[in-house]
């Protein structure tokens, strides 16, 4: 009797454990949406990678990334999707599937692929922050432009957590910023950081003699980062920024 109970205990511990694996990994990795407009992952507990499509001239349809950052019931989002149609169903999807407010977007750069679902979020009344430059350069445009500006760097509080937006340098353009979240010692780069393998893309509003100085001091300000998402293409670890300098030396 003794021994059957012994194996009856380390039947439902090791079930236990199995089941709490398994929730964990659910929870923290995995596609969570998509539509023909709008793909969102799950890349820890608290962030999510949003990603759209933009056609171009020069590279065909290129998917765009974005990071949602998340603690309690509030989110912040770096860049929004490319056009107003997916920024429509990001918004959504955050409401009733994540049940979260979300209390600010941040554009990394003017260009269309961090900004072009502005509109929807001020339609929402959804503030809208970003570098000093990336108006100036929205206005100039005459796309849509954020609404509060910063200077070198701004701190916001999304639930009890800190997330950050800070200029570095020029690069990919004169106004590329980087998103940190410190609590799951996350980065997105945007288009200032590349993936593996990828090359260099769109120079028409580069500086590609700053470029690797800039993510030189990406690396040395984020020393812990352990996960980075890129503008364009596949997440990765700081394998991506040493990748980005020596792309552009």
């Given amino acids: 009797m003794k021994f059957q109970l012994q194996i009856l205990v380390f039947i439902c511990s090791a079930f236990a454990i199995s089941c709490g694996s398994s929730k964990k990994t659910t ?43 998340r603690d309690k019931n509030e989110v912040v989002i770096f860049d929004t999707p490319e056009n107003d149609k997916s920024a429509e169903e990001l918004i959504k999807w955050i409401s009733n599937k994540l049940n979260c407010k979300i209390i600010a977007v941040i554009p990394t750069h003017f260009h269309a692929d ?17 570098y000093f430059k990336t108006i100036e350069f929205a206005k100039e445009n005459k796309v849509a432009v954020p609404e509060i ?38 980065m997105f780069g945007g288009c200032l950081i590349k993936e593996l393998n990828a090359t260099k893309g769109y120079l028409g509003d580069a500086n590609t003699k700053d470029w690797s100085s800039t993510v030189l001091k990406v690396k040395s300000a984020y020393p812990n980062v352990k996960i980075i998402v890129p503008g364009h293409g596949n997440y990765g670890d700081q394998k991506l920024l040493d990748y980005t300098i020596q792309l552009f030396k």
Wanted: glycine residues 10%.
């Fill in 27 to 69: 929870e923290t990795r995995g596609q969570l949406y998509k539509s023909e407009d709008l793909v969102i992952n799950q890349i820890s507990p608290n962030a999510f990678v949003h990603t759209s499509f933009l056609q171009t001239n020069d590279f065909g349809l290129v998917p765009c990334n974005g990071l949602i950052v």
């Fill in 149 to 186: 500006s910063f200077k070198d760097s701004l701190i916001l509080k999304v639930g009890n957590k800190e997330v950050i937006a800070k200029f570095f340098g020029e690069g990919h353009t004169k106004d590329n910023v980087v998103g940190y979240f410190p609590s799951e010692q996350i």
């Fill in 114 to 130: 961090c900004l072009g679902g502005l509109n929807t979020f001020t339609k929402y009344k959804i503030p809208s922050y970003a």
